[in-house]
């Protein structure tokens, strides 16, 4: 059981693109679903989260500019990014947390040129 990202890549300041997460197991519509970025040299660090319900949290240097959604039929989440600039190169990890469980998937790198 364990959430694996797509959809990292090299883009252009000013551009976007769109992570997802697939999780395998029946526990993902209950779970709360967070994608952290870990850029080199610096600490893991939230980007977004959002309960089973819907209700979305931002981190302060991501909004109005990154937008984390989920299709739980699909068992799968999202994270649209947009205008992204240089300092959002990172290894974005998505994970899953069901009540006291972590999963974390294995990273997707995002890397934006200037």
């Known amino acids: 059981v364990k959430p694996v990202e797509s959809g990292g890549g090299l883009v252009q300041a000013g551009g976007s693109l769109r992570l997802s997460c697939a999780f395998t197991?029946?526990?993902?519509?209950?779970?709360?679903m967070n994608w952290y970025r870990q850029a080199p040299g610096k600490q893991r660090e939230l980007v977004a989260s959002i309960t089973a319900g819907g209700k979305t949290n931002y981190a302060d240097f991501v909004k109005g500019r990154f937008t984390i959604s989920r299709d739980n039929p699909k068992n799968t989440g999202y994270l649209q990014m947009n205008s992204l600039s240089p300092e959002d190169t990172a290894v974005y990890y998505c994970?899953?947390?069901?009540?006291?469980?972590?999963?974390w998937g294995q990273g997707t790198q995002v890397t934006v040129s200037s």
């Open positions: 994970m899953v947390k069901w009540t006291f469980y972590e999963y």
């Open positions: 197991g029946n526990i993902f519509s209950a779970a709360v």
